[in-house]
């Protein structure tokens, strides 16, 4: 029993030694075969700190790994080069792999490096005939990524960020029309910067999270910014556009399944909250001679299936303004503060096509006088029907100079205004309705000298006007204001909507149109909608 005992212990530890004499012989062989395998290009390099082998189940971790690789691509290359301190890979089923192609391993771990990929293309003098490779389905069970820097470059556009990845069920079926499956994906990710992506437009975050399980997309610090001034952006464009800066606290998408997003986009709840809009348009530019669709149109216009059940803006700003045709005007300004916002469902999924567009504001003014939205687009109808409501509390009749002086040329001296209710409706033709505006001693002024003074003759012709032209007091039921506004198929839908409010409101206070749009077009397309 002792011999046998003995025997056994010496077997064993030959075994022993025979194992660890394969796995140091091994460790330089393996590294060599792995380099050898990955550089194809004469340029690429690897190189890798430590490799160990375990056999039991079978893996490998590599550690102080760093690379510089060509990436071919038909007849250009790209460039990835980086450093991990820890690469690993165990569990590995190599009875399947070897007989049915099938790789399944239980763990992969990627951990503290950063990795650069140049994304410019280089003319690949090497490409040879294509060789058709066996196809290999591959399952891991968990993935883990973590505090990788990654960086992404090309020709125009810069990529920078901090990430950290755990994916559970990762599999590569290459015979199915979506090859890659994920089970399970929760992703991290600090100080992300994206520079050019879109021409001139920047846009970054400070923390973003996203886990499948709970459908759950977190985006903290978030902004978009064009890279040029207001000044420049409006200088390089040709034709008007908007400049449009936005900042956000939080920004959350709830009920979003990221594995789903080949299928379309579905989302059940897109929150806002704290968000800062900054716009500016040069209205000295010519707009652009391309048709700009309606809110429904918009989403019919939209290539893939999209479902987003509501939209919420909490907390919120808007600082709005734009350069007058007329120079001497100045800017048109507008502010908003307590931005609250709602947006039903956004969709092309509904049986009856386009869904039903629907929004609700509220908001205040510098002055605090609060402000109420309310706009509904109809998905189903064919000249692209909305109806709208807006109410604007007490306030001083001048500080609607800020939007109607360098639009229209109207400067209100003096006055006070109990509230303004407007309702009105519209289509692709004209909009039509009433506003009701309750205010005193209106007086307007008309533009002083190039001192900032008024001359006795300037002065007459002002009391002159007010008397003759403005309705210097007004009731409810005195006179209502009439909108009426011709729609311009090259300007924006909110410019179509703003300038309809803004007819009542001259209609209201003047006995004369100082812009010339009250006469009813020849065409009677508009009474496709406002004769019902």
């Not at 039991?56 to 301190?85: C, E, R």
């Amino acid at each position: 029993m002792k011999i046998l005992k003995r025997i056994l212990i010496a077997l064993f530890v030959v075994f022993l030694m025979l194992w660890l004499g394969v796995a140091f012989a091994l460790e330089p062989v393996m590294k060599s075969k792995l380099q050898a395998h990955l550089c194809k290009h004469q340029s690429d390099t690897i190189y890798i700190g430590s490799l160990e082998i375990s056999f039991w189940p079978l893996g490998a971790k590599a550690t102080d790994v760093y690379f510089n690789l060509k990436i071919p691509k038909d007849t250009v290359m790209s460039t990835i080069q980086g450093n991990l301190d820890l690469a690993e890979i165990s569990g590995i089923d190599w009875k399947s792999g070897l007989k049915n192609n099938k790789w399944n391993a239980e763990n992969i771990e990627v951990k503290s490096g950063g990795i650069l990929w140049n994304t410019l293309k280089e003319k690949n003098d090497k490409e040879g005939p294509k060789v058709a490779k066996p196809k290999a389905t591959i399952f891991v069970s968990n993935v883990a990524v973590a505090d990788i820097d990654l960086q992404i470059t090309g020709a125009a556009y810069d990529v920078g960020l901090h990430t950290s990845i755990q994916i559970k069920g990762l599999a590569h079926v290459p015979t199915d029309s979506i090859p890659w499956i994920i089970a399970q994906l929760k992703l991290s990710s600090k100080d992300g910067a994206f520079s050019n992506i879109e021409k001139d437009v920047n846009f970054g975050y400070g923390q973003l999270d996203y886990d499948s399980e709970k459908r759950l997309l977190t985006v903290e610090n978030f902004e978009f910014k064009p890279e040029a001034t207001k000044e420049d952006f409006t200088q390089q464009e040709l034709y008007r556009k908007a400049y449009i800066a936005i900042t956000a606290k939080t920004i959350s998408v709830e009920g979003f399944d990221i594995m789903e997003i080949h299928n379309g986009l579905f989302i059940d709840k897109l929150s806002l909250d704290s968000t800062h809009f900054e716009i500016f348009i040069d209205l000295r530019k010519n707009l652009s001679p391309v048709v700009k669709p309606l809110p429904v149109q918009m989403v019919s216009r939209l290539t893939i299936p999209i479902n987003i059940d509501s939209i919420l803006l909490k907390n919120s700003s808007l600082d709005y303004s734009h350069q007058a045709v007329h120079e001497g005007r100045g800017l048109g300004l507008l502010y908003l503060e307590n931005l609250h916002a709602a947006i039903g469902s956004i969709s092309n999924q509904e049986e009856q096509g386009i869904a039903d567009i629907e929004l609700t504001g509220n908001a205040v003014m510098r002055n605090s006088a609060h402000v109420g939205v309310y706009l509904k687009c109809f998905g189903a109808s064919k000249h692209n029907e909305f109806v709208s409501n807006i109410s604007v509390g007490a306030l001083p009749l001048q500080d609607f100079n800020g939007i109607l002086f360098p639009t229209v040329g109207v400067k209100v001296r003096s006055g006070y205004c109990k509230g303004v209710n407007a309702h009105f409706t519209g289509n692709s033709f004209s909009t039509l309705g009433k506003l009701n505006m309750e205010y005193s001693d209106l007086k307007i002024a008309i533009p002083p000298d190039h001192k900032g003074e008024l001359s006795m003759i300037q002065k007459g012709i002002e009391a002159a006007g007010n008397l003759a032209l403005v309705n210097n007091n007004n009731s409810n039921e005195a006179k209502n204001g009439e909108i009426f506004y011709e729609h311009d198929p090259y300007e924006p839908f909110v410019g179509y909507w703003w300038k309809s409010i803004q007819s009542g409101l001259l209609d209201a206070m003047l006995f004369v149109d100082p812009t010339g749009n009250k006469k009813k077009p020849k065409n009677e397309k508009w009474h496709l909608f406002h004769k019902k």
